[in-house]
């Protein structure tokens, strides 16, 4: 098959859950004898009839100039973006894709799915986060709360004017929100014109059934991890415990909960490592570095995800504290492949991955003094994480997935055919 992805990112531009996924898919899709395209939003121009090549993928971007990248445009091409719907078409003519798998839209555009429908090509999509629901596509308030769906009233309004950084657009709340009734009508009807939506996920497809959408339509594909993660040889853990953060270095993943839980805990005891992008938001970063000051806690940077196996096998418990409801987890089936425990907030997917008391523990979200407990109850009793170990269960690998999802193309493309 002919098969096309398209995604917001892709590595080594920008290195998250999303783009690492996608470009995992393709690479074991070129392995099983497909012909892959990557088309994606990156820095600098790349012409369509002059698409580079990696692994045998070829790539093409749409250019994001980063003076032009603002959250305000990048709302507004929640409607339309004409520059990406000119390359993509430019693609689709010099292509000629069998398969459409859609990763993300955020800054390119969602006509993408009626112009690859027009031409009749089978199309799907992966709900990787609430893009499609949710503006900051993660159904969370700026002050931290989950937000209730209330889509249409002033709650989201005050996120939007947080999000774009224009606070006086409170003045005008009224005339925003026809705004945001039509983002929604637009993605809503975009995304029914999709052939199959892959939820990662039951959380996922439950939360956009309960939105409208039909289960029908919604296939439940749990991630694949890659075989470069490997299970732990160690058996015991070790004194001090070793607890390891691994994601984002952002306010929604609840970083700042993680080091406030840690920071009266004594070096000797326990010690925490974080490791992550702190480019990406230098000021929180900044934050974070003055509370974990004197502390058990230690920033390692950020690894390459090749890097992600050893720093596993080097940790007693991985601890996912996030403040949004998280639509799945890959680093927490990479730390079950490790044979590692796993502490989260009791929200989204990570309440369906991780099973209280068995292979993890979960706390209440956002609770630094639930999470404290919890650390201290480890610390007293260590050997609860060698049980926590031997509950583990195997974790579907990245070659299982690939399987279920090219399956999934090869039903539409049969349908696809026979109606035409």
């Given amino acids: ?50 698409a580079p090549q990696v692994e045998e993928i ?15 445009l990048l709302f ?14 430019q693609v689709l003519d010099r292509e ?17 799915i009626s112009m690859a429908e027009s031409r009749r090509i089978a199309t799907v999509l992966t709900l990787h986060d609430y893009w499609f629901l949710c503006p900051n596509a993660q159904l969370i308030l700026p002050d931290g709360r989950r937000c209730s769906h209330d889509l249409w009233g002033f709650q989201c309004v005050h996120c939007f004017a947080n999000r774009v950084q224009i606070p006086p657009i409170m003045l005008v709340a009224p005339l925003i929100v026809p705004l945001l009734a039509c983002r929604a009508h637009v993605l809503r009807r975009r995304l029914r014109e999709v052939d199959a939506i892959i939820a990662p996920t039951s959380w996922t497809r439950d939360i956009f059934n309960a939105r409208g959408y039909s289960v029908d339509k919604i296939k439940v594909i749990g991630h694949g991890i ?30 700042h909960v993680l080091i406030r839980a840690f920071q009266d805990i004594e070096p000797g005891q326990a010690v925490l490592t974080i490791y992550g992008d702190q480019r990406a938001f230098p000021e929180y970063t900044k934050e974070l570095q003055c509370m974990a000051e004197g502390s058990a806690v230690s920033f390692g940077g950020q690894i390459e995800h090749a890097q992600v196996g050893a720093v ?21 089936q990479e730390a079950f492949a490790a044979q590692v425990p796993v502490i989260a907030s009791d929200i989204g997917a990570l309440r369906e991955k991780v099973r209280h008391g068995v292979d993890g523990l979960l706390f209440t ?32 690998t990245m070659s299982e997935h690939v ?7 090869a039903q539409l493309l049969r349908e696809k055919r026979f109606s035409g």
């Fill in 96 to 112: 000629r894709p069998e398969v459409i798998h859609f990763q993300h839209l955020m800054g390119l555009s969602p006509r993408f």
């Fill in 58 to 72: 070829k790539l093409y971007k749409v250019e994001a100039q980063a003076d032009r990248d603002t959250p305000l």
């Fill in 226 to 255: 890659s075989e470069l993660v490997h299970r732990s040889a160690r058996c015991k853990v070790r004194l001090p415990l070793r607890f390891a953060y691994l994601g984002g270095i952002a306010w929604q993943k609840g970083v």
């Fill in 365 to 396: 979200v956002g609770d630094t003094t639930a999470l404290r407990a919890l650390l201290r109850e480890l610390i007293s009793h260590p050997f609860t994480l060698e049980e926590l170990r031997c509950n583990i269960r195997p974790q579907k």
């Fill in 1 to 50: 098959m002919r098969i096309l992805q398209v995604v917001h990112r892709f590595p080594p531009e920008k290195v998250g859950g999303t783009e690492i996924y996608t470009q995992g898919l393709a690479r074991q899709l070129r392995k099983r004898g497909h012909e892959v395209i990557v088309l994606y939003r990156g820095s600098g121009a790349c012409s369509p009839m002059a």
């Fill in 312 to 332: 596993l096998t080097d940790a007693d418990a991985l601890v996912v504290p996030s403040l949004w409801p998280e639509t799945s987890c890959l680093v927490v």
């Fill in 403 to 409: 399987a279920e999802v090219e399956a999934l193309y």
């Fill in 76 to 89: 507004l091409s929640s409607f339309r973006n004409l520059p990406a719907e000119r390359t993509f078409a």
